[in-house]
């Protein structure tokens, strides 16, 4: 990360130094990214590894539907209310004949411990690269606390059984959306 220096005032008029951010770490890409997917699109095609080292694919899903969120990281609070909430409407997204596949840029190893320590019954990707991400528009350029950095908007993508997107939930708050996004699966129909 890039930082410089630049001279600050304090409120009794004292030079102070403070970090900020030099603006060009950012390609213009990156700036730009957003999440443009919509109801009727075609879901981007995507591999990756499964917390078992295995390559998964889009595909593998073929007339299923998929609810496939993205989330920033394993075993923090957000990510794992979501992870949780997603598992535990895991029988009523079978029902619906759903399957639900999360994606971090976590390694495989780690999703195979989150799954372990939150006994998680769906599926974890592994997308370190970001390039999954990046495709969904949910690689994106975040500000916490005035500090700018790349990172996951946590978002959902919830795939028709002909591989069509049938709604998109940018920037989602991670408590009570699995029930949301099951809700909507099933006003859908089949």
């Not at 989150?114 to 999954?132: G, N």
């Not at 005035?146 to 998109?168: H, M, P």
């Amino acid at each position: 990360m890039i930082w410089a220096m630049s001279p600050k005032i304090s409120k009794k008029g004292h030079d102070m130094q403070r970090k900020t951010r030099i603006e060009d770490e950012f390609s213009a890409e990156d700036r730009e990214r957003k999440i443009t997917l919509q109801a009727g699109d075609e879901a981007p095609a995507f591999t990756l590894q499964n917390a078992d080292g295995a390559s998964v694919a889009l595909k593998d899903f073929a007339g299923k539907r998929v609810a496939l969120y993205f989330y920033p990281k394993d075993n923090t609070p957000g990510c794992t209310t979501e992870a949780c909430e997603f598992s535990a409407a895991y029988d009523d997204f079978v029902a619906a004949d759903c399957v639900i596949v999360g994606i971090s840029p976590d390694s495989a190893k780690s999703h195979a411990g989150f799954i372990a320590k939150q006994s998680l019954k769906h599926i974890l990707l592994s997308d370190p690269q970001h390039e999954v991400a990046k495709l969904y528009g949910a690689w994106q350029v975040r500000k916490n606390y005035g500090r700018e950095y790349l990172g996951i908007v946590r978002s959902t993508f919830l795939i028709g059984a002909d591989g069509k997107i049938l709604k998109v939930y940018k920037s989602v708050k991670a408590k009570d959306h699995a029930a949301k996004v099951l809700a909507d699966l099933l006003a859908a129909g089949k």
